[in-house]
């Protein structure tokens, strides 16, 4: 054991997600930074901060672990996940082409279809875990590539390395919403990806007190182009939940491995109970993706979604039922939850898409938490055993 002298190893995750580096504070020792809840800054300060639009203590502090849990070179944060889709799209021009993976979350396909449309920018839509589609990149020859894996709430796994590759002869950026996985579970960049976006309202943070969203790239251009977005647009978080937020991920990774724990006990056993049709995770032997799904992460992580054998009233019913797992929107967070994402997270996907898709009325999310294994178990148990 030990590291002798100054030749220390890299950290590990469980360090870095604890170890902010600057607090912008030193004078005072604090070991947490404070809020730095100013709108302006006075000209000439050291750090050179101007007007909290466009940069805050708050934002480099979080920027800065986001970047080193992720093993990237720049970081620039946003007021949510949603404003995250909206600092990369806001980059595309009239004419330009998104080609996207067809399953997204809800609110990106809508932003991309009933926002950015109509500035004349296309988004076409493509099943990626069929191969042949990846042959779609060339032809088309889109702007930009957006991909979710796993994907909301199908949990499908996308080849990102195959895809990315592909994108890369071509020159083609692509953005992976690693949402669902986080930098601990995978890490888009190195497997090709030019910008790796996340919604740090979900496991980064993990207490659902708090929005946020982040761009993580290695490209010093598309940097640029965030911290336009960010104060042009007005896209920027507050201090006060960019500082949530930084408490938040100290726990990441201990959250991340309680939360998969549970998960993948539960996959496994609810996969042959006479309520449930199909389970879909990722690191179940079932999943149509397993393989993939075993190379590419490093966990099945805390998703889990159900097509139960139920119609829409007892789908319903089941998750009403349930006592730990709140019926709400939203993820990743200390608590679980439960979601139907036809009508909620999807509610803005037309009808025949989501029945192309398989978002049915049956189907519902688990977003699993903290809370002990054996709890959750019987309580989906319980709630399942009375159709
Ligand atoms: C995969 C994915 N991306 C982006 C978002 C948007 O994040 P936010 O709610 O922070 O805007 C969500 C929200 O659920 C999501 O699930």
Same mark, same amino acid.
């Given at each position: ?72 070179? %720049? ?205 879909? %995770? ?7 993706? %397993? ?97």
């Amino acid at each position: 054991m030990g590291n002798k002298g100054n030749n220390l190893k890299k950290p590990g995750v469980k360090t870095l997600s604890i170890h902010h580096g600057e607090t912008f504070s030193e004078e005072t020792g604090c070991v947490m930074p404070p809020i730095f809840s100013t709108s302006t800054f006075k000209h000439g300060n050291k750090q050179n901060f101007d007007y909290t639009r466009s940069g805050n203590p708050n934002f480099k502090i979080l920027e800065n672990i986001l970047k080193s849990i992720e093993d990237s070179k %720049y970081c620039t944060v946003f007021g949510s996940g949603i404003s995250a889709v909206t600092a990369i799209t806001s980059t595309l021009k009239s004419g330009d082409k998104i080609l996207c993976e067809s399953n997204l979350y809800g609110c990106t396909v809508r932003m991309f279809d009933k926002v950015f449309k109509k500035f004349g920018i296309e988004a076409l839509y493509t099943d990626f875990t069929d191969k042949k589609s990846i042959k779609k990149i060339k032809d088309l020859q889109p702007t930009l590539i957006w991909l979710e894996s796993p994907t909301n709430p199908l949990l499908k796994i996308l080849d990102i390395k195959l895809i990315c590759d592909e994108a890369n002869k071509h020159k083609i950026p692509v953005v992976l919403d690693n949402t669902f996985s986080t930098a601990l579970i995978q890490k888009p960049l190195e497997l090709g990806a030019t910008l790796s976006l996340i919604s740090t309202t979900k496991f980064i943070n993990g207490h659902s007190d708090a929005l946020g969203g982040a761009v993580l790239t290695n490209n010093e251009e598309w940097n640029s182009k965030m911290l336009f977005s960010q104060k042009a647009l007005g896209l920027q978080p507050s201090p006060f939940d960019s500082w949530l937020i930084t408490r938040g991920v100290k726990t990441l990774p201990l959250r991340i491995e309680q939360q998969t724990k549970s998960a993948e006990i539960i996959s496994k056993e609810l996969e042959n109970h006479r309520n449930i049709f199909k389970v879909l %995770y990722p690191f179940n032997q079932k999943h149509p993706q %397993y393989n993939l799904a075993k190379s590419q992460m490093k966990s099945g992580g805390s998703m889990l979604t159900l097509k139960l054998n139920l119609n829409k009233s007892d789908t319903f019913k089941f998750c009403k039922s349930l006592k730990y797992f709140s019926l709400a929107e939203s993820l990743g967070g200390v608590e679980s939850l439960i979601c139907h994402p036809a009508t909620m997270t999807h509610a803005s996907v037309d009808d025949k898409t989501k029945n192309l898709l398989g978002i049915d009325d049956s189907l519902i999310r688990l977003s699993v938490g903290c809370e002990d294994t054996n709890d959750l178990m019987s309580d989906i148990l319980f709630a399942l055993n009375k159709f």
